[in-house]
């Protein structure tokens, strides 16, 4: 069955620092792979998306890419912010038997930033 | 547009009680997914409901059982609770619009189980 691995946290940065989560994913046919943030107390937040191999997702100046041939969707951001605490999930959306909609999930990679 | 509502927000039983929680979709959205949040196990995919139909199924035991209204309001209802039901229930709805469908998720309810 389809899989995503994360790397384990926590991971803690010193604000502007550089940021590497990485993902790696199995699967049957072409899945579409997210980004998820949970901020303490809340839901899931999309972050962003890549539909297709070498689409690349882009949002708040987080970034990641889809490559097939690694099978990964490692996410980045050049300089983290104390705000970009949050837990970060990877996860890949199967059609389901059905044909519908089914998000398998990393475990979570908590980030904490600090001033 | 409203965002996806779940109610409650919290909620405390004892062990072989059972639970209903609901859950609105954005509105015009007709796919309704639900999801099991724990430290252990991480996010799990319980079902999904398209257009009063179980489309997809997890691998929950018979307790763990859902239905959706003709207005995609979203119900899920666990039976004969126990311990290891505490988590937080994620509802995400979806537009069902081809093969990506981003999937928008509510606050969740924090079911604890004692």
């Known amino acids: 069955g389809n899989s995503v691995t994360q790397m384990e946290g926590p991971v803690t940065l010193s604000e502007e620092a550089f940021l590497t989560i990485n993902c790696t994913y199995t699967?049957?046919?072409?899945?579409?792979l997210f980004w998820y943030v949970q901020y303490p107390g809340e839901g899931l937040q999309l972050l962003l998306k890549a539909t297709k191999a070498d689409d690349k997702g882009s949002n708040k100046g987080f970034e990641a890419t889809y490559r097939k041939e690694t099978t990964s969707f490692h996410l980045e951001k050049g300089s983290v912010q104390v705000s970009d605490s949050a837990v970060y999930f990877c996860?890949?959306?199967?059609?389901?038997?059905?044909?519908?909609?089914?998000?398998?999930f990393g475990t979570g990679t908590q980030l904490k930033v600090e001033l | 547009k409203a965002g996806v509502t779940q109610t409650p927000r919290y909620l405390i039983k004892t062990r072989g009680q059972q639970v209903t929680l609901s859950c609105s979709p954005i509105?015009?959205?007709?796919?309704v997914s639900w999801y099991q949040q724990t430290p252990g196990q991480g996010l799990q995919f319980l079902f999904e409901?398209?257009?009063?139909?179980?489309?997809n199924k997890g691998n929950f035991p018979g307790r763990f059982s859902g239905r959706q209204f003709s207005n995609s309001r979203s119900e899920m209802n666990v039976s004969t609770l126990e311990l290891g039901d505490s988590a937080l229930y994620l509802c995400?709805?979806?537009?069902?619009?081809?093969?990506?469908?981003?999937?928008?998720f509510g606050p969740g309810t924090r079911l604890t189980v004692l």
């Open positions: 409901y398209f257009s009063e139909t179980q489309r």
């Open positions: 509105s015009g959205h007709r796919s």
């Open positions: 699967a049957t046919g072409y899945p579409s």
């Open positions: 995400a709805s979806s537009g069902d619009r081809g093969r990506y469908n981003e999937q928008f």
């Open positions: 996860a890949l959306s199967d059609l389901g038997t059905g044909g519908g909609n089914k998000l398998t």
